[in-house]
Each structure stands twice: as structure tokens, then as C-alpha cells.
């Protein structure tokens, strides 16, 4: 399998203003970035940088945005792999494949983002098909792990942590939570979302209790609705005034 096959490609420009999070996630987001920003000078006092971190909670809650956004203000080149997308009914090539992208990170000083860890980060021995091999598998991402390179930045996120092997949970300097937004912060989201629309569009009923992903998607698709509507109405004056 091609190397790049398993790369997804994802220009999108995000800046860290533009993900949503709470105060104590963008503190520590903050100060990761000064800290690779500072790198050299924090080597020199022997401090260690923190560059493997483990982003955990719910789906379309920020955790794909909040990856570019950070190689964005570092600068950096981001490989995103989706975990689910990579495992092979041979576990050997698997590992291969990984070993390759970590590789191609560590020499790029990539942002290296690894989706849906618990694809193959699940406790040894959870299943019993192939113990074996995934015990391999999960013992090889963490010697990949290991030995990352502290001068580029590992990203894994996971929407199931409690069933992540904890040997590989333990190699991560930074476990940050991502949650369900609140009513508060939803409207928050929603008023941002809504700005950019001409007022008599911006007045929706909102959903409570979704993601951010989820208000986005179910923001968007009530103004296209409006908006077409409007639209229609305007062709049908112009018709009957013609």
C-alpha cells in the first residue's frame, strides 16, 4: 500500500481561535505551542517538552479542529491518519505502515495526528482472535511512541479511552478531556456561527445537548433552507413582475 494512501489530505486553515474550547484546555493548548516555540531554550535548562499528546472525549466535540489549528501556529506540517483506515487483516503490514508515517513525521518534524487510537490501542488480551498479533501491533506503537522525536508533536485522540491498553495511555505527557458543550457554550457557538448571515436568517431554534459538529451541521442546513426559500420567493416576484 502506497505511504501517501494512507495520509489524509486536509488543507484546511484553522487557527486556535477558531476551535472552541473551555479555559483550562486552551491554557495548556498555550502553553504546548510556547513550549515547541521554546524548545531549544527549555533543552538547555534540561527540561523535557511535552510532545506526546492524548486528546479523549466526545466525537465533534473539536479534537480533529484543535490538531490543525495547533500545527498550524507551529508552523508545521500536519499527517493525519485515521486509524480505522489503516489496519490490515495482516497485522504485520500494519505495523509496518505505522512505523513508515512515524518515520516520515519524526524527519519532517511533522505534526503527527492519530485518529480513532483505540482502533489499535485496545487493552492486550481484550479479544481472542489474534492476541498475538495485536499484543505486537500495541507493543510496537508503543516503542514508536518512545522514541518519537521530542521536536515533533504526536497527536492521538480517541473517543473510547477506557478500553486504550493503559501502557500505552501511560506514554502520553498530556491527557486533555474533551466534553459535551454546555447550553451556555453551545449558544456561544451558535452566535458565532450565525454572524456572518443576514439577520432575518440568524433567528433559528437551537439544539442543546449535541456536539459542536452536530449545532454546525444542524445550523447550517435551517439557513440554507431559509436562504433557498427566500430566494424562491424573490424569483417568483421578479417572474410575476415581468
Do not use: W
Not at 50 to 60: E, I, Y
Not at 191 to 197: D, E, G, Q
Request: charged share 25%.
Amino acid at each position: 500500500m502506497n505511504l501517501y494512501n494512507l495520509i489524509i489530505q486536509d488543507k484546511e486553515q484553522v487557527t486556535l481561535q477558531d476551535v472552541f474550547l473551555d479555559g483550562n484546555n486552551r491554557e495548556q493548548f498555550v502553553q504546548l505551542i510556547k513550549e515547541h516555540t521554546y524548545l531549544k531554550e527549555l533543552q538547555e535548562y534540561g527540561l523535557p517538552v511535552n510532545n506526546k499528546v492524548l486528546l479523549q472525549g466526545s466525537s465533534g466535540c473539536g479534537k480533529t479542529m484543535t490538531a490543525k489549528a495547533l500545527a498550524n501556529a507551529l508552523g508545521r506540517n500536519i499527517l493525519i491518519l485515521n486509524l480505522s483506515n489503516i489496519v490490515s487483516s495482516r497485522i504485520g503490514e500494519t505495523s509496518q505502515n505505522i512505523k513508515m508515517i512515524f518515520d516520515k513525521a519524526g524527519r519532517e518534524r511533522s505534526v503527527l495526528f492519530l485518529d480513532e487510537l483505540d482502533q489499535i490501542g485496545k487493552a492486550r488480551g481484550s479479544d481472542d482472535k489474534d492476541v498475538g498479533e495485536m499484543r505486537r501491533l500495541v507493543n510496537t506503537l508503543i516503542q514508536l511512541i518512545d522514541y518519537y522525536p521530542e521536536n515533533a508533536l504526536l497527536l492521538c485522540a480517541t473517543n473510547h479511552p477506557e478500553i486504550i491498553d493503559t501502557a500505552l495511555i501511560r506514554r502520553f505527557q498530556l491527557k486533555i478531556n474533551y466534553e459535551m458543550p454546555s447550553q451556555e457554550f453551545l449558544n456561544t457557538y451558535y452566535n458565532s456561527l450565525l454572524s456572518k448571515f443576514p439577520e432575518d436568517l440568524r433567528n433559528i431554534d437551537r439544539k442543546y445537548d449535541i456536539s459542536f459538529a452536530e449545532a454546525k451541521d444542524y445550523a447550517f442546513t435551517v439557513v440554507k433552507g431559509r436562504l433557498i426559500e427566500k430566494l424562491e420567493t424573490q424569483q417568483e416576484v421578479r417572474i410575476q413582475a415581468d
